[in-house]
């Protein structure tokens, strides 16, 4: 096959995959845009069309590793770390998920969440620090039960309060957003109840 023909074979498949990902059918996307990525796998725009279309079709390993090549092309693309961490969130919280990694997935959410926020320089976009503020909550939940090997009571308070931090300043941004209060609550209910036994001491 001539580098030519390789190259609009690969188009093709991008523009179906492309088109297929517009229609919301992401089973059609991941067919055409897997094809496309196996024709030249250093196209960034097809990859993350692959990822994201692996991401709504719940399947979130290939959707990491998908966004894992895009940003290895394209390490300042926001948007990859953004999906990758919305992917890892998901298997974080999966109860099929062993326990130690759904660490690494729920850790490694944070880290690239903080990661796109470095890189976007955007000061309304919210959804950044929304989506880190539930990650570390669900990292600070996670580290505080007690019948888990992975219990660390101190790691799991500062990360409620760094939960607790986003979510303020994103609705210091849009202040009539009741979802967000309410995530701010259940982070501070969370809080409150970590810290409650060493209170009643004093």
């Given at each position: ?154 790691r799991g308070i500062n990360s409620l309060k760094a939960s607790?931090?986003d979510l303020e300043k994103v609705l210091s941004v849009n ?28």
């Amino acid at each position: 096959m001539s580098s030519l023909e390789s190259a609009s074979a690969q188009s093709a498949y991008v523009k179906l995959g492309q088109q297929a990902l517009m229609d919301g059918d992401f089973r059609s996307a991941v067919s055409h845009l897997e094809k496309a990525c196996i024709t030249d796998s250093t196209n960034a725009n097809a990859l993350w069309m692959l990822g994201y279309s692996y991401y709504h079709s719940d399947n979130y390993k290939k959707s990491i590793a998908a966004y894992t090549r895009v940003i290895a092309i394209k390490p300042a693309d926001a948007t990859a770390y953004y999906y990758r961490a919305r992917a890892k969130s998901y298997l974080g919280k999966d109860n099929q998920t062993p326990a130690a990694d759904k660490e690494l997935y729920l850790l490694g959410a944070i880290v690239d969440l903080t990661k796109a926020i470095s890189i976007n320089s955007d000061p309304n976009d919210n959804k950044y620090y929304q989506n880190r503020g539930i990650a570390y909550r669900d990292y600070g939940m996670f580290k505080l039960q007690n019948n888990s090997h992975f219990y660390d009571r101190a790691r799991g308070i500062n990360s409620l309060k760094a939960s607790i931090t986003d979510l303020e300043k994103v609705l210091s941004v849009n202040p009539g957003r009741m979802d967000i209060t309410g995530l701010i609550d259940q982070s501070k209910e969370k809080l409150l109840q970590a810290t409650a036994p060493t209170v009643a001491h004093h």
